[in-house]
């Protein structure tokens, strides 16, 4: 199957978050089956519409959750920026849709596959042990 798999090694330890992240690699395997079906252009901007919702909900409870076990500042700024530039291109890809559907091709699958893996294995890992130790849920 084409698509992104959540593994135990993506695990933030924090399951309100994991549940979260399991449902945006969902979205996203939905947007490439969306992108896929050529004659599902309604179900695409759906999709579209979608994951930008569900990224800027997880987004919020993300954030909420670091500011409330007071994570250091300067990191929740870096990482409040990722999330920002993440939500700001999928309303882009949104509007350029709007354009003209046409415009839309895998690439906008790829870039969000690749940035929810390189943005979890990373970003999100890094605060994982802080969270962890406040017993985050
Ligand atoms: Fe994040």
Same mark, same amino acid.
């Given at each position: ?8 090694? %993506?695990?933030?330890?924090?399951? *309100?978050?994991?549940?979260?992240? @399991? ?6 395997? /939905? &947007?490439? !089956? ?12 759906g999709?579209? %519409?979608? !994951? ?5 909900y ?6 909420? &959750? !670091? /500011? ?6 300067? &990191? ?12 700001? /291109? ?5 509007? #350029?849709? #709007?354009?003209?559907?046409? %415009?839309?091709? &895998? *690439? ?14 990373? *970003? ?10 406040h017993?985050? @849920?």
């Open positions: 199957m084409h698509g992104i798999e959540w593994h135990e090694s %993506n695990s933030v330890g924090v399951p *309100s978050i994991d549940d979260q992240h @399991k449902r945006l690699m969902a979205l996203t395997n /939905r &947007l490439f !089956l969306a992108i896929m079906d050529e004659t599902g252009e309604t179900a695409l901007e999709v579209l %519409n979608d !994951l930008a919702d569900y990224a800027v997880h987004f919020t409870h993300e954030e909420g &959750l !670091l /500011r409330k076990y007071g994570y250091p500042e300067d &990191l929740l700024a870096e990482h409040q920026a990722e999330h920002k530039a993440l939500t700001d /291109r999928v309303l882009h890809y949104i509007a #350029r849709y #709007r354009d003209d559907p046409a %415009n839309l091709d &895998l *690439s906008v699958y790829v870039f969000l596959r690749d940035w929810t893996t390189e943005h979890m294995g990373r *970003s999100d890992a890094r605060y994982s042990e802080f969270l962890m130790a017993h985050a @849920k």
